[in-house]
């Protein structure tokens, strides 16, 4: 991948004094155990400075690369610098499958789980749910397995775990037989507007995303990806030309209106491998807008509808700088770190225009006004919560911020933006 000094977006400039692609984990033990200040960097997607450092940066790009499916134990062991695009294609070809994937297939594993980086679903969990096993280099240097099996607790505690307490080395995952998914984009979709209709909505299909600015009556897009075969999702093949008054788009639709739809995985309804249809973008094409900030926010599934309402209310003054708003679901799992630690959530994303000056104050405006329902926000991207609010939100903060301690006591994986969450 070669030294970048800034993230994907081009909005942070690393700060790092030097950068390292080490080949093997032996290189990596020394230079983590050398190093006074390190800090993994996957892909580069995060949106903030959760990957800086102002000492060593250190890329599993190179690493030798593993990919070992059990098929037997329903796993696969792969190194810490493997993205999900090479992952998901291997797996496929050996007839296997992830269960669920982001919105885009460019970004490292171990980075994307880091964040709890995740896709919809009223069934499907955040990435790092997949997560059974992980190898990492502690601050000393030594190289550490846990897993679900023997440490469930310390799982729970370190899957999500913003790259804080070592550089992972090695995952292993759950996988299942390969699966097709048909994709079909609906347009205007009227508002729902009871907990009760948005979680038929979202429950309607495999993996269930909602486009929109706010600035209709209806919700602009609806993208239902459903499971192919006959009896898949109970919904059988997906020749269904309306789903909740929305009508399905007769071409292919980029989710902002008015981009080229080439870059989209395919839709209208035809069956295809899971990791051609789960993200909304397919690999070697630039993903989402390409210029852009990006903000992401958790609540309570039955709180949602609430948040739909606030977020129409002040919708004239989203509309300057929001290209679009993305509304997913995700299931409750029980990582201290995740947004939906104990709680089924509604995520609502917002992809802005590059302008941090302009976005923040509308950001700080919306987070206040979702405050009552007490969002989470997503740990890759841009928000104005600050640390002792998150740690009213993430009830398990401050036990991690005691076990980072434990585990780096000298500070070497902490960094600015950790110091602002962890205090
Ligand atoms: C266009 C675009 C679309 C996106 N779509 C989605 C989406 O659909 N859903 C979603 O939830 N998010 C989405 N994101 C956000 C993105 O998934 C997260 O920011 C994710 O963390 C990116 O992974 P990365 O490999 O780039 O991690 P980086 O940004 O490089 O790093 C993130 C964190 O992971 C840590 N880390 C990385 N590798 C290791 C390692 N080997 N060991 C220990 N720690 C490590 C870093 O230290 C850092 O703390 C999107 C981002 C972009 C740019």
């Known amino acids: 991948m070669g030294f970048a000094e800034r993230n994907w977006a081009g909005n942070v400039r690393f700060g790092a004094a030097r950068f390292h692609e080490p080949r093997t984990v032996d290189e990596v033990q020394s230079l983590v155990a050398s190093a006074t200040k390190v800090r993994a960097v996957g892909s580069r997607h995060s949106f903030n400075a959760i990957a800086d450092t102002v000492g060593d940066q250190v890329s599993l790009s190179a690493l030798v690369r593993l990919v070992e499916i059990d098929t037997q134990r329903g796993t696969v062991t792969v190194d810490g610098g493997i993205k999900y695009a090479e992952l998901a294609s291997y797996l496929h070809e050996h007839g296997m499958a992830l269960a669920n994937l982001a919105?885009?297939?460019?970004?490292?594993?171990?980075?994307?789980?880091?964040?709890?980086?995740?896709?919809?679903?009223?069934?499907?969990?955040?990435?790092?749910?997949?997560?059974?096993?992980?190898?990492?280099?502690?601050?000393?240097?030594?190289?550490?397995?846990?897993?679900?099996?023997?440490?469930?607790?310390?799982?729970?505690?370190?899957?999500?775990?913003?790259?804080?307490?070592?550089?992972?080395?090695?995952?292993?995952?759950a996988i299942e037989p390969t699966f097709d998914v048909r994709q079909t984009v609906y347009e205007d979709l009227p508002m729902p507007t009871s907990a009760g209709q948005l979680d038929e909505v979202m429950a309607d299909g495999y993996s269930v995303s909602l486009f929109t600015t706010w600035c209709h009556d209806d919700i602009e897009q609806l993208w239902r990806k459903v499971r192919a075969g006959p009896e898949a999702d109970g919904a059988g093949p997906d020749v269904s030309t309306r789903r909740f008054g929305a009508t399905a788009a007769t071409r292919k639709l980029h989710?902002?209106?008015?981009?080229?739809?080439?870059?989209?995985?395919?839709?209208?309804?035809?069956?295809?491998?899971?990791?051609?249809?789960?993200?909304h973008f397919r690999i070697g094409f630039e993903p989402s807008s390409g210029e852009e900030l990006q903000s992401e926010l958790f609540v309570a599934s039955d709180e949602a509808p609430e948040a739909m309402s606030i977020l129409r209310s002040i919708r004239v003054f989203l509309a300057p700088v929001l290209q679009i708003s993305e509304v997913r679901a995700v299931a409750a799992d029980a990582m201290w770190l995740s947004p939906c630690h104990r709680r089924a959530s509604i995520a609502f994303?917002?992809?802005?225009?590059?302008?941090?000056?302009?976005?923040?104050p509308v950001l700080a405006t919306l987070e206040s006004a979702l405050a009552p329902l007490l969002p989470r926000p997503h740990w890759g991207k841009l928000s104005t919560i600050t640390g002792p609010v998150l740690q009213t939100r993430f009830e398990r903060l401050e036990a991690f911020g005691e076990l980072i301690t434990e585990w780096d006591p000298t500070g070497k994986f902490r960094n600015a933006y950790l110091d602002a969450v962890l205090g």
């Open 103 to 173: 919105s885009l297939p460019h970004i490292s594993v171990a980075g994307a789980c880091a964040t709890a980086t995740h896709g919809s679903g009223v069934t499907n969990g955040n990435l790092a749910t997949a997560v059974l096993a992980m190898q990492f280099v502690t601050s000393g240097g030594d190289l550490v397995e846990i897993s679900r099996d023997h440490d469930p607790g310390l799982m729970d505690a370190l899957t999500v775990g913003l790259g804080a307490f070592g550089v992972v080395t090695r995952l292993t995952l």
């Open 255 to 279: 989710p902002i209106k008015g981009l080229p739809a080439g870059p989209c995985t395919d839709q209208l309804g035809v069956a295809g491998p899971w990791h051609e249809r789960l993200p």
């Open 349 to 360: 994303h917002f992809t802005w225009i590059p302008s941090w000056p302009q976005v923040e």
